[in-house]
């Protein structure tokens, strides 16, 4: 290997790391949507916002973790995992 190569993952490599970067994102995204639920239940921002915007802003980023973890879960596995070339 020449200085400027890089070391390449193997076929079965670069899937195991796709595989655990998806479960990362997943729960990431839990403990997103596990925040939003809290911000609606005013454990979060309970006296720095109003009730209202508290709930609005408590359901959009519950909403988007759920939108972030079902992409995650729901992806289809790209050419090079499913074995096409």
Do not use: Q
């Not at 925040?35 to 519950?62: D, N, Q, W």
């Amino acid at each position: 290997m020449t200085s400027g190569e890089r070391p390449r993952l193997s076929e079965d490599g670069a899937a195991r790391v796709n595989h655990i970067l998806r479960i990362a994102v997943m729960v990431i995204a839990s403990a997103v949507a596990a925040a939003g639920a809290l911000i609606m239940a005013g454990v979060f921002l309970r006296e720095r916002l109003p009730e209202t915007m508290r709930i609005v802003m408590g359901a959009t980023v519950s909403l988007y973790g759920v939108y972030k973890f079902t992409l995650a879960y729901f992806r289809s596995p790209s050419r090079r995992e499913a074995g096409e070339k």
